[in-house]
């Protein structure tokens, strides 16, 4: 299957500037797997501090835009079973940085659903730069409805 544009990564998550990592999905096969993208740019706040001279993505962001990638397949398979999912980062595992990813980088992120239990996710993603892995982290999610979020 196809991806779609910014519009409607949008449409799916909450994040916006300067906190939405995903520009555009390129493939999604079901709650199966999904393949997305992020062009990372100078311009971005957190180059000014992480490091002058030096700009690297911090890799907290890189595993930030992992999540978001995971966060559209898991609130689609969310839809299935209630009206305004919402998918929760519950855990980070196994988070290994390779390579640096610098200002003119493309991201591509892929993830991968592992397993459900309990309606609890887990999912493999990688990013990836010019084909080589910048980073890989397993990561648990739980998805909850909006509004029983909101009423706490």
Known sequence: MGGFE??????FLPHRYPFLMVDRVLEVEG???IK?????????????GHFPGFPIMPGVLIVEGMAQTAGLMLKEMGRKTMENPIPLLLG?????FKKPVRPGDTLIYEVNLVGERFGTYTVNG????DGKIAASATLIFG???AKELKEG
């Not at 997305?36 to 000014?48: C, D, G, R, S, Y």
């Not at 980070?92 to 290994?96: G, N």
């Open 36 to 48: 997305a993208m992020k062009n990372v740019t100078i311009n971005e706040p957190h180059f000014l």
């Open 92 to 96: 980070i595992d196994k988070a290994r």
């Open 126 to 129: 990688k990013a990836l730069v």
């Open 143 to 145: 998805i909850r409805n």
């Open 31 to 33: 709650g199966k797997y």
């Open 6 to 11: 910014i519009d409607e990564v949008m449409d």
